[in-house]
């Protein structure tokens, strides 16, 4: 398959990457770096990655900012940051991608533990990976032949000594677990599903 991977080189991106190297043609995406760079918080961006890279068989984003702080300190300016990358960034994903599918092709997205149990100064990023779910299960609706999922995984290993404080009880996620989530949605068949990967 050839597949578009947004995010190839954060912490889970890398481990993705190098999994499905081994047996698909990968195009990385990135900000700043990979084969092509693209700000998925910009429709232009988005729509000018896909006429450069024309037809895939699988689109992947493990990629979105969401801004971390007490509620009271959020402006809504603040929230925007979550809305616009990894809220609208990836319904952005889902709607210029689909053009850009072979048949039988799928779009895998990316929230995490927060939309289902969110830890302090998460409000921003519990709600955008929240509606992400809402939005998997209802967009499948009305794509024929374009399955779309989501992996939401609990804090993972390779970032445990970044977030552990924000996590207290959380038992880190090994990396292998997390990748055979992505790996579920891309070469499996499931289809609107929120695939859970807990420790």
């Given at each position: 398959?050839?597949?578009?991977?947004?995010?190839?080189?954060?912490?889970?991106?890398?481990?993705?990457?190098?999994?499905?190297?081994?047996?698909?043609?990968?195009?990385?995406?990135?900000?700043?770096?990979?084969?092509?760079?693209?700000?998925?918080?910009?429709?232009?961006?988005?729509?000018?990655?896909?006429?450069?890279?024309?037809?895939?068989?699988?689109?992947?984003?493990?990629?979105?900012?969401?801004?971390?702080?007490?509620?009271?300190?959020?402006?809504?300016?603040?929230?925007?940051?979550?809305?616009?990358?990894?809220?609208?960034?990836?319904?952005?994903?889902?709607?210029?991608?689909?053009?850009?599918?072979?048949?039988?092709?799928?779009?895998?997205?990316?929230t995490g533990i927060l939309?289902?149990?969110?830890?302090?100064?998460?409000?921003?990023?519990?709600?955008?990976?929240?509606?992400?779910?809402?939005?998997?299960?209802?967009?499948?609706?009305?794509?024929?032949?374009?399955?779309?999922?989501?992996?939401?995984?609990?804090?993972?290993?390779?970032?445990?000594?970044?977030?552990?404080?924000?996590?207290?009880?959380?038992t880190p996620v090994p990396?292998?677990?997390?990748?055979?989530?992505?790996?579920?949605?891309?070469?499996?068949?499931?289809?609107?599903?929120?695939?859970?990967?807990?420790?």
């Amino acid at each position: 398959m050839k597949i578009l991977l947004i995010g190839a080189n954060g912490t889970i991106g890398k481990k993705v990457s190098l999994r499905l190297t081994k047996k698909h043609e990968i195009i990385s995406v990135g900000k700043n770096s990979g084969d092509v760079q693209a700000d998925i918080s910009d429709f232009t961006s988005i729509e000018k990655m896909f006429q450069k890279i024309g037809k895939v068989d699988a689109i992947v984003n493990i990629a979105g900012d969401a801004k971390w702080d007490k509620f009271e300190n959020l402006s809504e300016d603040d929230f925007y940051i979550g809305i616009k990358s990894k809220l609208m960034g990836q319904v952005n994903l889902v709607k210029l991608g689909k053009d850009y599918l072979n048949k039988g092709g799928s779009i895998t997205l990316t929230t995490g533990i927060l939309a289902d149990h969110p830890v302090d100064k998460t409000t921003s990023a519990a709600m955008v990976n929240g509606a992400i779910h809402s939005f998997v299960k209802a967009v499948v609706l009305e794509l024929d032949g374009i399955r779309v999922n989501a992996v939401a995984a609990d804090l993972v290993e390779d970032a445990k000594e970044k977030y552990e404080d924000y996590f207290p009880g959380h038992t880190p996620v090994p990396m292998n677990k997390v990748v055979d989530g992505y790996i579920k949605c891309i070469e499996g068949k499931i289809n609107g599903e929120i695939v859970r990967i807990l420790a």
